[in-house]
């Protein structure tokens, strides 16, 4: 696969302002917009000739746009077939360790945290941080976006598959995974695979980006259309595929785990 130089990886990390100056809303105290505020996210996508589309897209500041860019920390540790690059350093036609194997990556996208966002509906108000995993890896910070994977003996018999994904903010607890609020923006980052898969990130296993159920009827026509034009490697979202496993909640599981 053609793979640009590594230095000139996605435009120097995006260098995208997450918001238009002129569309951020007061802040301190100060009156909000009624008009909804939208986030600058900067993609590139492997295209099936190898070449790579770099685009930038101006989307609603809203939990399923935010979603595709927002899983990992500028800094996170991504183990490859070329060993731990850095989420930031990635570009596509790389190929990511996963539960299958090594799988290319086909579209990363990238916004910002930024602290104080004047905005009802962004998902992006916090960031969690949890150690590595391991005694060689640094702490993980994370987007709200970040699903982890849980594993237990009684999947297999109730669920037919040996692990599901869940919200990572669904185990803040105050000790071991913390709700943080940092002081300054913070570069986020999210990445698809040719097939969805569990990745390993500063050791911690997490999911590459899926949109999951996203049909006309239940997001809508008009957000359906905007999201399918972010992603230029697919003719439609379908071409996402399956999940590698099912999504669901830390309060299902805990009643799995007592059933």
């Not at 130089?5 to 260098?15: A, C, G, I, T, V």
């Not at 500028?74 to 183990?79: D, H, K, V």
């Amino acid at each position: 696969m053609a793979q640009s130089p590594r230095s000139q990886s996605l435009s120097d990390d995006f260098n995208a302002n997450a918001v238009s100056k002129d569309q951020v809303a007061t802040f301190d105290g100060q009156p909000r917009r009624d008009t909804p505020l939208t986030r600058t996210i900067e993609a590139a996508a492997f295209l099936s000739d190898h070449t790579i589309d770099a685009s930038t897209f101006t989307i609603p500041a809203t939990p399923i746009f935010e979603a595709c860019a927002s899983a990992f920390a500028r800094g996170t540790l991504i183990s490859t077939v070329m060993g731990q690059i850095a989420v930031e350093d990635l570009i596509p036609g790389d190929l990511v360790e996963t539960h299958r194997g090594p799988e290319p990556v086909v579209w990363i996208g990238s916004t910002s945290y930024l602290p104080h966002f004047a905005s009802d509906t962004t998902s992006l108000s916090y960031l969690l941080r949890l150690p590595g995993d391991g005694m060689d890896q640094s702490d993980l910070l994370l987007g709200p976006a970040a699903h982890i994977v849980v594993r237990q003996d009684r999947f297999a018999d109730l669920l037919n598959c040996d692990a599901v994904l869940a919200p990572a903010s669904d185990y803040i607890d105050g000790d071991r995974i913390l709700r943080i609020t940092p002081p300054g923006s913070v570069q986020l980052y999210h990445f698809a695979l040719r097939r969805h898969g569990i990745v390993r990130a500063n050791g911690h296993e997490l999911e590459s980006y899926h949109p999951g159920r996203v049909s006309a009827a239940e997001i809508g026509t008009n957000v359906r259309a905007m999201m399918q034009s972010m992603f230029k490697h697919l003719d439609d979202l379908d071409g996402f595929g399956d999940l590698a496993f099912p999504r669901t909640t830390r309060d299902v599981i805990e009643t799995l785990r007592v059933a």
